[in-house]
């Protein structure tokens, strides 16, 4: 499993949830009665769209804080990655060096 999948899975589920729950269909049902009521019953549904976008404009905002700071976090863990990844070929380079050295100094003093 890549590395980078775990602190991502740690920031988005808590809010599944919430998103789901946003998500799933509240608004008022359209029914056909008299004319007053059509009125009142658009007005009603113009008040809970206008309310839902709000909610999810507040939501986009904060689901976007939670994937700069993922971002960032990942940012970090490919630098560390990276700096392993060197050392450690660093560390090979040397023991291919030192093997063959050894290999020359024993071919050398058969």
């Given at each position: 499993m890549p590395a980078w999948l775990i602190p991502a899975l740690k920031a988005v589920l808590p809010h599944v949830?919430?998103?789901?729950?946003?998500?799933?269909?509240?608004f008022t049902k359209k029914k056909?009665?008299?004319?007053?009521?059509?009125?009142?019953?658009?007005?009603q549904?113009?008040?809970?769209?206008q309310i839902a976008a709000t909610q999810n404009a507040k939501l986009i905002r904060?689901?976007?804080?939670q994937l700069q700071t993922m971002v960032t976090a990942l940012e970090k863990a490919a630098a560390i990655a990276?700096?392993?990844?060197?050392?450690?070929?660093?560390?090979?380079?040397?023991?291919?060096?030192?093997?063959v050295v050894a290999l020359g100094s024993v071919l050398a003093a058969g």
């Open positions: 949830g919430t998103i789901v729950s946003v998500a799933a269909p509240a056909t009665d008299a004319a007053d009521t059509q009125a009142a019953l658009l007005q549904q113009i008040a809970e769209l904060e689901l976007a804080e990276e700096a392993r990844h060197r050392r450690t070929t660093l560390l090979n380079g040397v023991a291919i060096v030192s093997s």
